[in-house]
């Protein structure tokens, strides 16, 4: 027989409930269904998860797409993270074929958790770029490691922003080195180098992206613009018109009376 506190355990949380609703939810939606989800909750007496709900920021398009992925096919996350830790693992103990196999699967796993974060924006009527499959990528990433704020969000479906990634090689290597030997200088310089030049160019894109926005923006609108006018000269063409008829029948009307 179930208890009262049995009852109690299997009744939905509320806060938990809209928040899943709200993430889970169109991404256009969201501030229209936050302001219906805490009007609901205070109706219904939950004041300070309305509060809560209120609070909620609308995610970016990246973060949201992530969230979709992390609801519908959560164990692309829990592969992604399992590849993460066996990956470290053999970097910490392995030889240099196990480090090679690991990192390997653990690449293969990211990319599947990117497709399907594709996969989510494109249902969801968005294309992502080339930029923002990175950002997708180095959200993953800086997700995957140890201590990471964003892996909680995450697997909740949760996460509202893109998570910069610090080092990109952050305990988990590029590829597989001996195990007992460090790192050269020449190589770590390289590394840097190489690091500062991608930071360049995703800013660069980044930077082009938004002029490119603003130049669709303004070319719509003067789309907008050159339609409206259009419109208005056939308008005032077809009152020219009908003017011009009536003044030849008027015209023939006075020539019948002067006969």
């Given amino acids: 027989m179930a208890t009262q506190h049995d009852d109690a355990k299997s009744k939905p949380d509320p806060l938990s409930e809209a928040l899943d609703r709200l993430y889970g939810a169109p991404l256009e939606r969201f501030v229209a269904l936050r302001r219906e989800l805490v009007a609901s909750l205070r109706g219904s007496g939950h004041g300070a998860a309305s509060k809560v709900v209120g609070s909620a920021v609308k995610p970016s398009r990246t973060a949201w797409a992530l969230n979709q992925v992390a ?14 830790d066996r990956a470290t693992a053999a970097q910490n103990g392995g030889d240099s074929d196990e480090v090679r196999a690991s990192v390997r699967a653990y690449r293969e796993r990211l990319a599947e958790v990117v497709d399907g974060a594709r996969t989510a924006a494109a249902e969801g009527g968005m294309d992502l770029g080339a930029a923002q499959g990175r950002r997708i990528g180095e959200t993953l990433q ?24 610090e080092d990109p090689f952050a305990g988990l290597a590029p590829g597989p080195m001996a195990k007992g030997h460090k790192e050269e200088g020449g190589e770590r310089q390289e590394r840097q180098a190489r690091q500062r030049a991608m930071d360049k160019a995703r800013d660069q894109v980044a930077t082009l ?21 259009q419109l208005e000269a056939e308008r005032a063409a077809r009152a020219a018109a009908e003017a011009e008829q009536e003044l030849e029948r008027a015209r023939a009307e006075w020539q019948r009376l002067k006969a």
């Fill in 142 to 165: 800086a997700a995957c490691a140890a201590g990471s704020e964003a892996r909680a969000d995450l697997l909740a479906g949760r996460l509202s922003q893109d998570v910069a990634l």
């Fill in 209 to 229: 992206e938004h002029k490119g926005a603003e130049a669709r923006a303004a070319a719509r609108q003067a789309s907008a613009l050159a339609r409206r006018a």
């Fill in 71 to 84: 609801c519908r096919r959560p164990e692309l996350l829990s592969a992604l993270f399992a590849a993460r």
